[in-house]
């Protein structure tokens, strides 16, 4: 991990998801508020939305999922089966 000019952090040969602790507390707290806010956008689409609403919370749906499965990712190197 390198900082540039600008501040930012680059991950230089790893993925960013290499550098999280995800036996810390602080991982803890982040995968219980992703659970319970996963809960609540699939009871929201359980619900009567219109198109572009169940198409929202589909796609929140899909960004928590893909969250909490960072703790159990897979190396880079391996193909996406999606």
Known sequence: ?????????RFVGKRPEDFIDFRSD??????ER?????????QKNDGALNAEATAA???RIAELKE???????????VADEQ
């Open 1 to 9: 991990m390198t900082e540039n000019n600008a501040g930012s952090v």
């Open 26 to 31: 602080t991982w803890a707290a982040l995968r």
């Open 34 to 42: 992703a659970t319970r806010r996963l809960a609540l956008m699939r």
């Open 57 to 59: 919370v589909r796609g």
């Open 67 to 77: 969250f909490l499965a960072l703790e159990f990712s897979a190396p880079e190197d």
